[in-house]
């Protein structure tokens, strides 16, 4: 069975049963990240993920390969729509030197409801650019942003520089200083001392990337 029609039975799965990404991903051992990436046919499920997929969600490892009929009792139900919620994109943020935050509305995508706080705001932003390949962001890719001022070292956060130069990078702080960090070695990191640090408003957090295949 291909590595999409995997990732999408267990997507589809987490909807029927109302399940986080944080949650399957802490009993699956892995960051939410990775299990995006499976969600989305972005990489492979190994066999002891596989086992454990199967545990969680009560089902059989040979439903999960797509070796059972479409009559089997374990087959999944459709995903009920209510438990999708629209996004609003807007415009694009370049994930690369020099890009532009255009805050233009780019129309709607959807999310997990059990994937977002809601009360919190999110928005979707098109990437453009290679300067995140590392972490499996691509060009043309959706990233999910939680809409906050707030950080982690080493989260990846959409940023605006100089109020108007957007870019998707890892950030930390450091003494004084604030460093962003490319996961495409071509890009070298880019550091903000004490006193350039307020040339940087952090728009939020990365919470998922969201590929479409045509």
Not at 47 to 61: M, R, W, Y
Not at 77 to 97: E, R, S, V, Y
Not at 127 to 149: K, N
Not at 156 to 182: M, P, W
């Amino acid at each position: 069975m291909s590595v999409n029609n995997i990732g999408a039975k267990v997507l589809n799965l987490r909807i029927q049963n109302k399940t986080s990404q944080d949650t399957l991903a802490h009993f699956l051992g892995i960051d939410r990240t990775s299990l995006s990436r499976l969600e989305h046919g972005k990489r492979k499920v190994d066999a002891s993920e596989l086992d454990k997929i199967a545990t969680f969600f009560n089902v059989s490892t040979d439903f999960l390969l797509g070796h059972l009929n479409i009559n089997s009792s374990h087959n999944l139900q459709k995903a009920d729509f209510n438990d999708l919620i629209n996004i609003p994109i807007i415009g694009t943020i370049k994930a690369g030197i020099n890009g532009l935050a255009n805050l233009d509305y780019d129309g709607y995508d959807t999310v997990v409801a059990a994937d977002i706080d809601p009360t919190n705001n999110y928005f979707w932003l098109r990437i453009i650019g290679d300067s995140m390949i590392g972490d499996g962001i691509l060009d043309g890719d959706l990233a999910l942003i939680q809409q906050t001022p707030t950080f982690n070292n080493g989260d990846i956060c959409a940023i605006v520089i100089n109020g108007d130069e957007g870019t998707l990078k890892h950030i930390s702080r450091k003494h004084q200083s604030i460093v962003l960090t490319a996961s495409n070695p071509s890009y070298p990191p880019r550091i903000f001392t004490e006193e350039d640090c307020n040339q940087i408003n952090i728009i939020g957090k990365l919470v998922e990337i969201k590929r479409n295949y045509k």
